[in-house]
């Protein structure tokens, strides 16, 4: 069975510092890794996938994604972060494009 | 391009009635996804359509849940009897087929349950 972890409950950082919030996977096949942000009583908003190619992925708002097959992980960052990037963040992954498994959620918190 | 729509937004009921939730997806995606999101962990799939045919319900209980998408378009599910434990937000999502934005989904607001 596929599985997506997101270790941390919750994540501080400064205003202006970098950001990081982690997801590890376990997925049969080509691994379809995704990231969303959800903000309070709003649905989930796709940040960005990795499908195949670079290992770096850019997405929306500053953020990307650095796909590191060894270690199946897919971590979330952003050089410098804002307090409007406060919010939930979830780690998504299939095998091959089937079924999406979410992570338990990353609450980050940016403070200034 | 108009987002994903759920309705009601919010509803209470009591616990062994039902209710039914409505989703109207994306125009010209092919395929639907309802998720139940308990508080505090992530979205869990519960049926996922293909047009008007069903890919995935596995996770599904059957013996309580009910789910259609006549037409290929809007979709429906439903809670009949509702346990406390069905209290969640439910979510509903589409995707496209292919191109650039392929199995990119694209959620509603969702629509918060109580069951007392």
């Known amino acids: 069975a596929q599985s997506v972890a997101q270790p941390e409950d919750q994540v501080n950082v400064a205003e202006g510092n970098p950001l990081t919030v982690k997801c590890t996977y376990s997925?049969?096949?080509?691994?379809?890794l995704f990231w969303y942000v959800q903000y309070p009583n709003r649905g989930l908003q796709f940040l960005l996938k990795?499908?195949?190619?670079?290992?770096l992925v850019k997405g929306s708002y500053g953020f990307e994604a650095e796909f590191n097959k060894s270690q199946t992980s897919f971590h979330l960052k952003k050089p410098s972060a804002l307090v409007s990037d406060s919010a939930l963040y979830f780690c998504?992954?299939?095998?091959?494009?089937?079924?999406?498994?979410f992570g338990t959620g990353t609450q980050l918190k940016v403070e200034l | 391009e108009a987002g994903v729509a759920q309705s009601p937004r919010y509803k209470i009921i009591e616990k062994r009635q039902s209710v039914a939730f409505w989703c109207n997806p994306i125009?010209?995606?092919?395929?639907l996804y309802w998720y139940q999101q308990i508080l505090g962990q992530g979205p869990k799939l519960l049926i996922q359509?293909?047009?008007?045919?069903?890919?995935?319900d596995s996770q599904l209980p059957k013996d309580r849940f009910s789910a259609e998408r006549l037409k290929g378009v809007d979709s429906t599910l439903k809670i009949q009897p509702a346990k406390l434990e069905d209290s969640a937000v439910y979510l509903c999502?589409?995707?496209?087929?292919?191109?650039?934005?392929?199995?990119?989904?694209?959620f509603g607001p969702g629509t918060r349950l109580t069951v007392l």
């Open positions: 999502a589409s995707s496209a087929e292919g191109g650039g934005r392929a199995w990119e989904q694209f």
């Open positions: 997925v049969s096949g080509n691994p379809y």
């Open positions: 990795y499908i195949t190619g670079d290992n």
């Open positions: 359509f293909q047009n008007n045919g069903v890919v995935d």
């Open positions: 125009s010209g995606h092919a395929t």
């Open positions: 998504g992954g299939s095998g091959g494009g089937n079924k999406l498994t």
